[in-house]
């Protein structure tokens, strides 16, 4: 049998204090992980962006990577690395960086290319291009990337502790699936999802700081 909704609520208020340890764990995997995508994203977009042969070779394969399943070689990766966070944060990494990377690649290839000609004339470096001109072009399509790989970290936190570990949501999840605690296990989706919006919502509020020209209404 399915829960109530009201169930659910009253299993959310009375784990809360359970709940929010969990989610911690979980969150501070997130953000480990989204930062080294984001990180990682950019050196990527750049390299590519700027080497046409670095661009062929490296674009296929992140296509291709996206083919397998994170779920199929999550247990591998906990061979190699161990149950500590490191696995986690990988598959977080996995889940997050390629929207970016993508999101970074068509803003970059958008730039305006007689405005990138115009410097070159003027003597313009290509970091001073990035800087100026491609970067800034970027920035809605990193936005967009940012607010799918945000939601993706935590559903990449979640499937990471199924594998195991002693704290967070998927291992909070997991325990109560097996104790047929349904209501529990609601609860669970149902704060991953509040933590999911919510981190999006931040995400739209940091754009609108650091794109003040897109809230511009004509």
């Known amino acids: 049998m399915l829960p109530s909704p009201m169930d659910v609520i009253r299993a959310f208020i009375k784990e809360f204090d359970v ?16 930062v080294a995508s984001m990180a990682f994203a950019f050196i990527m977009a750049i390299v590519m ?12 394969l992140f296509i291709i990577s996206q083919t397998i399943p994170v779920i199929a070689i999550a247990p591998l990766l906990v061979l190699w690395m161990g149950y500590g966070i ?5 598959i977080i990494f996995l889940v997050c960086f390629f929207p970016l990377v993508i999101a970074l690649l068509e803003g970059f290839k958008a730039a305006d290319r007689d405005t990138m000609r115009l410097m070159e004339s003027m003597g313009a470096t290509q970091n001073q291009i990035l800087y100026h ?11 967009a990337g940012l607010k799918v790989s945000v939601s ?25 699936r ?13 704060l991953i999802s509040i933590l999911s919006l919510l981190l999006m919502k931040g995400v ?8 003040p ?5 004509n």
Do not use: Q
């Open 133 to 143: 001109i491609k970067f800034p072009c970027a920035l809605g399509g990193l936005f």
């Open 213 to 217: 020209w897109n809230n511009i209404k």
């Open 86 to 90: 490191a696995p986690k944060i990988f």
């Open 49 to 60: 962006d700027r080497y046409e042969v670095i661009y062929k070779s490296v674009y296929p």
């Open 204 to 211: 739209s509020y940091l754009e609108k700081k650091v794109t």
């Open 19 to 34: 709940l929010i340890g969990h989610t911690l764990v979980s969150l501070k995997e997130a953000f480990l992980g989204l």
């Open 152 to 176: 993706y970290s935590i559903i990449g936190a979640v499937i990471a502790e199924w594998l195991g570990g002693n704290n967070g949501l998927g291992v909070y999840m997991t325990r109560v």
């Open 178 to 190: 097996k104790s047929y605690a349904f209501d529990k296990m609601f609860a669970v989706i149902l």
